[in-house]
């Protein structure tokens, strides 16, 4: 009945993306890039048991405006932002978007863990 863990990757470089995945992938989860926000929103998203890792900071649609799109969308996969550019605005604006989860890159590798299983393992249905 238990399916395997899924971690979206959304982030513009692909030599983040790649370490991310790798990182990931190290730690027995399932990994599913995309280079872009908007390739993102065009896939079949998968919520159940997954979350979402995605850059604040993209061309196109920004980490932000996708987790806007996503509530409004009634879409209660937990989000995790990363982002190369923190102030205390970016870290406001996650917070108020209802991210799960703020790091700064380079990202601390066990943290990041850490909240990945922490999001998979808490139930954000009501």
């Known amino acids: 009945m238990e399916s395997t863990t899924l971690v979206h990757i959304v982030d513009d470089d692909p030599s983040v993306r790649q370490a991310l995945e790798m990182l990931l992938i190290s730690a027995g989860l399932d990994v599913m890039g ?27 649609l920004n980490g932000l405006e996708l987790q806007e799109i996503l ?18 605005e970016t870290r406001q604006k996650a917070k108020q978007a209802g991210a ?10 066990q943290a990041l863990l850490d909240t990945i299983k922490w999001a998979l393992s808490n139930d954000s249905s009501p």
Do not use: H, Q, W
């Open 71 to 88: 509530t409004e969308r009634g879409s209660k996969l937990p989000v995790i932002f990363l982002t190369a550019f923190d102030s205390k």
């Open 34 to 60: 995309y280079e872009s926000a908007d390739n993102f929103i065009k896939s079949e998203i998968r919520e159940e048991n997954a979350c979402l890792i995605v850059d604040f900071m993209m061309k196109g």
């Open 100 to 109: 799960i989860g703020y790091f700064r890159k380079p990202v601390d590798d």
